[in-house]
């Protein structure tokens, strides 16, 4: 196994698009690393300047203690899966799973050999003679999978490969490869912008915008501390609510509303300075009475998310959004009040994170 080693990593297109701008990245050998962000961001440029199917306008990649940044795709021992999984219509299973063997020239029975015991890992030895139009998406991507871990890759590298799949198969799904990634403890480059795929599968996770990495760190720490309000609006089944604030002595004055300045900015923030104010819907308590430091409003909106409901409240602070318990009755028009966990506000000055640790959105 190796690790991925990319330093100022440029790659700019046609027309003067910078789709990578001085990408500095280490992903660990063995880990389970997420590219996320939205459409556009470069994720997928990125996966496939690693791959060698772009070529780097500047800066290196190294795999293992290999420079590969001008080796060709096949020369860097890395297996990539496509969104739409890539399988030969005209083959079969085996034939689609032995493919990159027949590349590397290895003969005929060993390569049949080697498919049938890939294909039995997978579950797949019932369909060994079937071709990808007879198989569901699960199915498919599993071949997709097989023939990737045929060849034995230093590297595996997948480009939103649950994409394709149903909610209930991606869920299956998702579980199948973190697993699999366990047991074969293969370096693997995760590309998606699903946060909840990301939050599920990654050991650490980069989220990207521009061509830019804006934080990089485990999942719970970007969940939970956003670098900046990029990833605090992106980040989360549930966006952030960033609201407007100013500090004013002990409290936060968002809209006309007294917040309490949580302990750990007592000494970071002044008197009279503009804030914006971070707090998830799942950290703010719901109450239909009047409670000192809520932000109140009146409900314009009620979403059922099964075993909770999303509750948005417009009034002086302006929306805010708040996950209320199942049982509580909301009705539109209602008043409520939205207490905020004082130890889960977070602060940011100038789009970012006050008292942020040293490193937290860089890549290095």
Request: aromatic content about 6%.
């Amino acid at each position: 196994m190796a690790s991925i080693t990319m330093s100022e990593l440029v790659k700019v297109y046609p027309g003067g698009v910078r789709a990578l701008d001085s990408i500095d990245l280490t992903v660990e050998d063995g880990e389970f690393f997420a590219l996320l962000g939205p459409s556009g961001c470069g994720k997928t440029t990125l996966l496939r300047t690693i791959a060698g199917l772009e070529s780097a306008s500047g800066g290196g990649i190294r795999i293992g203690e290999r420079d590969v940044t001008r080796l060709a795709p096949g020369q860097r021992d890395v297996a990539m899966v496509f969104q739409d999984y890539a399988l030969f219509p005209h083959m079969t299973v085996t034939d689609n799973i032995a493919y990159p063997l027949k590349i590397k020239k290895v003969p005929t029975a060993e390569r049949g050999a080697k498919a049938a015991e890939t294909a039995a890992e997978l579950g797949l030895s019932d369909y060994l003679a079937r071709r990808p139009g007879q198989l569901s998406g699960g199915q498919q991507q599993r071949v997709a999978l097989a023939r990737a871990m045929a060849c034995h890759p230093k590297v595996f590298l997948f480009d939103e490969p649950l994409s394709n799949l149903d909610a209930r198969m991606r869920l299956e799904a998702r579980t199948f490869l973190k697993r699999l990634q366990r047991e074969l403890g293969v370096t693997t480059v995760f590309v998606t912008h699903d946060q909840a795929e990301a939050l599920a599968l990654a050991d650490r996770i980069a989220v990207m915008e521009g061509g830019r990495i804006r934080q990089l760190g485990s999942p719970k720490e970007v969940f939970h501390r956003p670098a900046n309000t990029f990833v605090a609006s992106f980040i989360g089944s549930t966006p952030m609510n960033l609201l407007d604030a100013v500090v004013t002595g002990k409290t936060l004055a968002v809209g006309e509303e007294p917040v309490a300045l949580p302990r750990e900015y007592a000494g970071s923030v002044t008197d009279g300075e503009k804030l914006v104010l971070g707090i998830r819907p799942e950290y703010l308590a719901y109450s239909t009475e009047q409670v000192p430091g809520a932000l109140h409003g009146e409900i314009t909106v009620v979403e059922n998310l099964g075993s909770a409901q999303l509750a948005t409240l417009h009034g002086p602070a302006g929306f805010v959004q708040a996950v209320v318990d199942e049982e509580t009755t909301l009705s539109l028009g209602d008043r409520g009040w939205a207490v905020p966990r004082a130890d889960r506000v977070l602060l940011y000055r100038d789009g970012d994170l006050i008292g942020a640790r040293e490193g937290a959105g860089s890549a290095t």
